[in-house]
């Protein structure tokens, strides 16, 4: 067996470039590669994205995004190509760095790709294509992938909330490709996109998240689902009966703003916090499934913000939940600490409302505390396993179903994936080698408007920025 991620880390200080390091489990031990990209300058935000391209050869998509050093602005993202494999990925990269606009003009922060949040692969009526959603333009899109590592925007098609469903501030946060069956027998590809959406989403004003069916095309297919507020992502489930394919979507979300507590007996979550299912054949029909305590505050053992999902082959469960508590003892200030349910997605798809700990009795371990930004359950459908992103650091579970969940291997410390020193690196995002998309990455909300802590972080990260231009 042999399972791999690639991630992308930060410098801490936001001073040094980023890096990208690789780890790969053979079912004994780990092989850990730092800074594959070492002697190459990326940005202070980075993402990465695993595909295959049209000759069905593995890539990993580089997403650098971009800020003006004076006026903090994004500036277009530069995307680029590499194999992804060895110990060194090489330079210069198969394709790019490169910027796209949507339109095929010049690229400007208006037009273009800025901060690319999740990518999907599907080659339709001959042509390969990798579709993408951006979170600042609030824009899915589609790439072309003529031939080899030949990559272009198509230019003819996009899409874009409607004016009419959006509030005053909308972020494009995930997309899934997916298979349902109609009424004539006919099993069609959809893509369906998520968006954040709030009227002052800073202050932690909130509407209920946009989610959206597209046909290949990028073309709307019925009308808007509303699913919970600041959701996190799409995960799903298709079954096969014959020859019939029914989807159902999962979305987790954290109910409003990420909050921090003031520390560990005080912990402060959503009560909007949830975890909702969708089936495709109607995104509008929405079922809330998993619920929190009412209270908001303290230490309730229903008291953490629902974040993540993953769901096996087999049809079982693994459920993350947490939240941030602030301590100065901790590198990046706060610290998570949460746990993780194992249950069968039978029960999921039966409960209302239900409480996991006082209603469902799943079983679970803690988690935490520790520090770090990125918290995501990313499941490997080609060996069963699930790699979960806890902060800096990554284990590997299976799902155990009614059992409590236990790390078949790990923990692997982002400091052994690269070389900042004498501190480990941020995780900012990590992807999955060869599964079957659920999320092809897990971008830190560190930088985002959706983060209560964005408003610490994003401005130290800037005057860095400006600090580190002025010496230039």
Known sequence: MSTKIAVALSDPNYTASSQIGTSEYNGTTFSNLANV???????????????????????????????????????????????????????????GPVAFSFDGTTPTAANSIINLYGIIEKTVGGVHYLYGIDYDQKTVFRLINSSGDSYAMDTAVKFVPPAGDRGVQTFGQDIVLVEETNSSSVTETFVCALFLDGTNVYGGNYN?????????????????????????????????????????????????????????????????????????????????????AAGGTGSDPDGFDIRDIAI??????????????NDMSSPLFSYMIGKLYSLPVSTIDTASNSLLDAGLFAANIP??????????????????????????????????????????????????????????????????????????????????????????????????????????
């Open 37 to 95: 990209l070492s002697g190459t300058t990326l940005s202070n935000d980075v993402k990465v994205f695993w595909f295959k391209n049209v000759a069905g050869a593995e890539r990993i998509l580089v997403a650098e995004t971009q800020y003006d050093p004076i006026t903090y602005a994004p500036n277009p993202s530069q995307l680029s190509v590499y194999a992804g494999t060895g110990s060194s990925w090489g330079s210069p990269p198969l394709f």
């Open 208 to 292: 209920p998240s946009l989610l959206y069916k597209l046909d290949t095309n990028l073309s709307q297919v019925g009308a808007v689902g509303h699913v919970g507020k600041n959701a996190t992502g799409i995960k799903f489930r298709t079954v096969t009966t014959g020859t019939d394919k029914h989807t159902t979507l999962y979305i987790p979300s954290i109910g409003g703003m990420q909050n921090f507590g003031s520390g560990p007996s005080n912990l402060i979550w959503n009560i909007d916090s949830k975890l909702q299912t969708v089936p495709v054949a109607n995104i509008t029909s929405v079922t809330n499934r998993l619920a929190v």
């Open 312 to 325: 096996d082959n087999s049809g079982n469960a693994l459920v993350l939940v947490g939240c941030y508590y």
């Open 367 to 472: 988690i935490g505390p520790l520090d770090g930004w990125v918290w995501a359950l990313a499941y490997d459908r080609l060996e069963d396993l699930t790699w979960f992103g806890q902060g800096n650091e990554f284990n590997i579970y299976d799902n155990p179903g009614s059992a409590a969940p236990s790390p078949i291997a790990g923990p692997v410390s982002s400091g052994s994936l690269g070389s900042f020193s004498p501190q480990r690196g941020n995780v900012n995002s990590f992807t999955v080698y060869g599964h079957v998309r659920l999320r092809s990455a897990h971008p830190s909300p560190a930088f985002h408007s959706n983060s209560s802590m964005a408003l610490k972080a994003r401005p130290q990260f800037m005057e860095q920025l400006k600090q580190t231009a002025a010496t230039k």
